[in-house]
């Protein structure tokens, strides 16, 4: 048992790194054409403006969650004069709220994909893999979230957190995780399933957010000679 | 009013840009542009339903259905608070619609792509009835019905229930709508714009889609291109389509691989009316934003025309070569023909100019329908009296026409519709021995030099003088080029390799001029393996010198 524990705990963690970073960078230098949201929106289109926007910007709030929840020490909350019962109340509100929003969203565009002829032609073998791996995350994070607080006085923060930033260390805090509730174990799990999955999956149009628009020039020159890349842009609009 | 260039004074900087005319009087609507378009560039699948040149029937819907609705499809610019911002909205509006774009026409909008099933032709049981091979959608493989394609309302096919749904026509009033219907037919062929000022590459998030510096065409990089689909929404010509199946953007990219090499586009290559015209057009790049902003639409077009350049301006050829236009560029929009029907005879109209976008192909308004209602009436058709009149009384064809190309505007189609005629109307003159009436080509403000001039180049459209191409430079290299000579004649420079044709041979051929330098990495294996024999020539015979790889000299050969 102990030896599963180190394995999963203390071990795999790193090798979804090194596949994460490393798929990346492979996606990044030999793949750039099939980084693409490949949407499906021209096939159906009413249930997606939904389901989507529900579900990404959920998701953007779930992440924004887990940075806060799994980086910043209970001792830099308390130093806030945040308390723990407000601390609580706001990961209970806003993040189930977001959870709620994304497995919801998550659900629509299941529903979609499944009965929209079009769609499900337009799914890849990669998707159906993906696809049961981002929901069990989802419902496994939203049931830690909701049921947890109900049912156990169980402090993430003192347990699965606290491993989490031991794997920085290079000092693996496994009984931290392994004394944890299975439904965070199995959330966690999902989790770095997902990680693996990233970079050769459709997850990798998550890293083209195109956050240079804000600030870019609406007219882009380029020279014939300039090639991919963004160095390739010459000058701004006339 | 419109901005101009003031004359003679030399713009700061000059911009080079290949457009094309379009002449519709001589548009037959026989498709053959879209289908070698198709066979060239889009017959594969994801891009089925996408025709980069598509041909449509006016009065009519178009293709994509309705896509002159831009109060539906929010394409293109609109002016806020004298701004010039995308009318679906600026960056935060396109931030804020990231996870599901509103404006993104249905594949329904376009058509869904189909086959057939033609196993079942040769596969099928024997019985009574002939087997047949019904259709099947090419999306998901299911049996489908037939229900609309690129073209179903050719030829005004469907009848009044499909021509309400030209959004011109609803612009034109209803009291004028039928009798137009009954009286007039056009062909309209459309590719890209290739826009002044396109708000396609405005709308793309991810700055894929970019404007060519060199010759202006507007291409999308498609290994930056993430799939936001907001360039389909954001062109108004809805000339931008979304490979469904690699989930990138496509659009026509004026055959840039063939312009690069002096050659017209596959559409204007086969065009069997030989109605387009490709050429080099000189633009103040630093007047187009104003010019795009003007407040009233109808100024639009003016505007435009302001912001081409003059190429026989002894000023403006000097800015061109000193904003990095080489030489023959400049000696192309000379003989530019596009230059030559936009603002020499001022006969070719920009499509939409309303959407403020700044379009790059524009059309010689057609004036057969009116010559076809005054002959329907027993008039003579030919005579100048009678087009002048039929051109003024005739408001219908004028006024759609006015939607179509200068914003409702009629006073510039009317122009340019006069002109047609006074050319019909002189060469038939010429042609049947008749005296000139130098009146008929004043009366629509040319001289009778011109009028041939301008017949030469609609009429007779020899090859050479429909497509003046100049071949493709860099922009970033032309300044050093003009300082250091030919950049390929430095030593182990491809210039200075042995020659590959013998002296006085055969010169290469056109194409393998135009190949791109070989590798470095070839080069060194060529130059590597020079002098050794190629088995492939040796008869067997002897041991010709360079059989064996020479021998390295050893210390004890040195001895």
Same mark, same amino acid.
């Given at each position: ?17 090194? $596949?994460?970073?490393?798929?990346? &960078? ?50 830099? +909350? ?22 709620? *929003?994304?497995? +919801? ?12 002829? *079009? ?23 939203? &049931?830690? +979230? ?11 923060? $003192? ?7 031991? $794997? ?7 009984? *931290?995780? &392994? ?8 959330? +966690?799990?999902?989790?770095?399933? $997902? ?12 890293? *083209? ?18 090639? &991919? ?10 | #009013? ?17 457009? #094309? ?5 001589? @548009? ?99 019985? !009574? ?10 999306? !998901? ?13 050719? !030829? ?29 037919? %056009?062909?309209?062929?459309?590719? @890209? ?15 894929? #889609? ?9 291409? =999308? ?20 389509? %979304? ?22 586009? =596959? ?12 050429? =080099? ?12 902003? =003007? ?11 302001? @912001? %081409? ?50 379009? #790059? ?147 290469? !051929? ?50």
């Amino acid at each position: 048992m102990k030896h599963l524990q180190i394995a999963v705990w203390g071990v795999l963690p790193y090798i979804v790194l090194v $596949l994460f970073v490393a798929g990346t &960078a492979w996606r990044y230098r030999y793949d750039r054409f099939g980084v693409t949201t490949r949407s499906s929106q021209m096939h159906e289109s009413r249930l997606l403006s939904i389901g989507s926007p529900m579900f990404h910007v959920g998701l953007l709030f779930v992440i924004g969650g887990h940075i806060v929840g799994l980086l910043v020490p209970e001792a830099v +909350t308390e130093r806030l004069h945040a308390s723990e019962s407000l601390y609580r109340l706001n990961a209970l509100v806003v993040g189930g709220a977001a959870g709620l *929003a994304a497995v +919801t969203g998550l659900a629509i565009l299941l529903w979609r994909r499944v009965r929209e002829g *079009a769609v499900r032609a337009a799914t890849r073998r990669d998707d159906r893999l993906l696809y049961p791996v981002l929901a069990g995350a989802l419902v496994a994070g939203l &049931a830690a +979230t909701l049921v947890e607080p109900l049912t156990g006085d169980y402090d993430y923060r $003192l347990g699965v957190s606290v491993w989490f930033r031991s $794997l920085f260390e290079l000092d693996p805090n496994v009984p *931290a995780m &392994a004394h944890a509730p299975l439904l965070f174990q199995a959330h +966690t799990l999902f989790g770095m399933a $997902l990680f693996t999955l990233w970079p050769f999956s459709r997850l990798v149009h998550a890293f *083209a957010a195109p956050l240079g628009y804000a600030v870019r020039p609406y007219i882009v020159y380029r020279s014939r000679g300039a090639g &991919a890349g963004p160095a390739g842009i010459v000058r701004d609009r006339p | #009013m419109a901005p101009r260039a003031p004359r003679g004074r030399a713009p700061r900087r000059v911009m080079a840009q290949i457009a #094309m005319v379009m002449n519709l009087d001589k @548009c037959i609507g026989c498709h053959t542009c879209s289908v070698t378009c198709k066979q060239t560039w889009t017959n594969r699948s994801g891009t089925e339903y996408a025709w980069f040149n598509n041909v449509e029937t006016r009065p009519g819907q178009g293709y994509p259905r309705g896509y002159e609705d831009q109060d539906r499809w929010k394409g293109g610019w609109e002016l806020r608070g004298g701004r010039l911002v995308p009318r679906a909205g600026g960056r935060v509006r396109r931030f804020a619609r990231l996870f599901a774009n509103p404006e993104l026409p249905r594949l329904d909008d376009y058509y869904e792509p189909w086959t057939y099933d033609y196993e079942n032709l040769i596969g099928a049981p024997l019985g !009574d009835d002939l087997p047949t091979a019904p259709p099947r959608s090419l999306i !998901d493989g299911e049996p489908t019905a037939i229900t609309w394609g690129p073209n179903w309302d050719d !030829d005004l096919g469907g009848g009044p229930e499909h021509l309400a749904g030209d959004p011109l026509l609803r612009k034109v009033g209803d009291d004028v709508r039928l009798e137009y219907e009954q009286a007039f037919m %056009f062909y309209l062929p459309r590719i @890209c714009e290739h826009c002044l000022n396109p708000s396609c590459v405005a709308s793309c998030p991810s700055g894929a #889609m970019y404007k060519r510096i060199e010759d202006g065409i507007v291409l =999308v990089d498609q290994d930056r291109c993430r799939g936001w689909r907001m360039c389909v929404t954001g062109c108004p010509y809805k000339k931008v389509y %979304f490979n469904h199946q690699t989930g990138k953007a496509e659009k026509c990219t004026l055959c840039y691989p063939r312009l690069e090499a002096g050659e017209p586009t =596959v559409c204007s290559e086969t065009c069997v009316g030989r109605l387009r015209y490709l050429g =080099v057009i000189l633009y103040d790049p630093d007047l187009v934003g104003e010019a795009a902003s =003007v407040p009233d639409e109808k100024d639009l077009y003016p505007a435009q025309l302001g @912001c %081409f350049l003059d190429p026989h301006d002894p000023a403006v050829a000097e800015a061109a070569e000193a904003s990095g236009v080489p030489h023959d560029w400049v000696e192309a929009a000379r003989r530019s023909p596009v230059h030559a029907l936009i603002s020499r005879y001022r006969v070719a109209l920009p499509l939409h100019p309303e959407y403020r976008t700044m379009p #790059m192909v524009w059309y010689v308004p057609p004036l057969s329908p009116i010559v076809d209602a005054l002959a329907g009436t027993g008039h003579d058709g030919e005579d100048a009296g009678n087009l002048f009149g039929a051109i003024e009384s005739l408001r219908i064809p004028v006024s759609y026409l006015a939607e179509l190309f200068t914003a409702g505007d009629p006073e510039p189609v009317t122009a340019a519709l006069r002109r047609l005629a006074a050319m019909r109307a002189h060469m038939r003159r010429v042609n049947l021995g008749e005296a000139e009436d130098p009146e008929i080509a004043r009366s629509a403000g040319m001289d009778a030099h011109g009028i041939e001039e301008m017949y030469r180049l609609l009429a007779l459209a020899k090859y050479d003088e429909r497509y003046v191409i100049p071949t493709a430079y860099d922009a970033r290299t032309v300044e050093h080029a003009a300082l250091e000579g030919c950049s390929l004649d430095g030593a182990g420079g491809p210039g200075m390799l042995e020659p590959a044709f013998p002296p006085g041979g055969a010169p290469p !051929d056109g194409e393998s001029f135009h190949a791109p330098l070989a590798r470095p990495g070839a080069r060194a294996v060529a130059d590597r393996l020079r002098g050794r024999v190629n088995l492939l020539n040796w008869n067997g015979r002897g041991r010709p010198a360079g059989l064996f790889p020479a021998t390295p000299a050893t210390p004890e050969d040195e001895r």
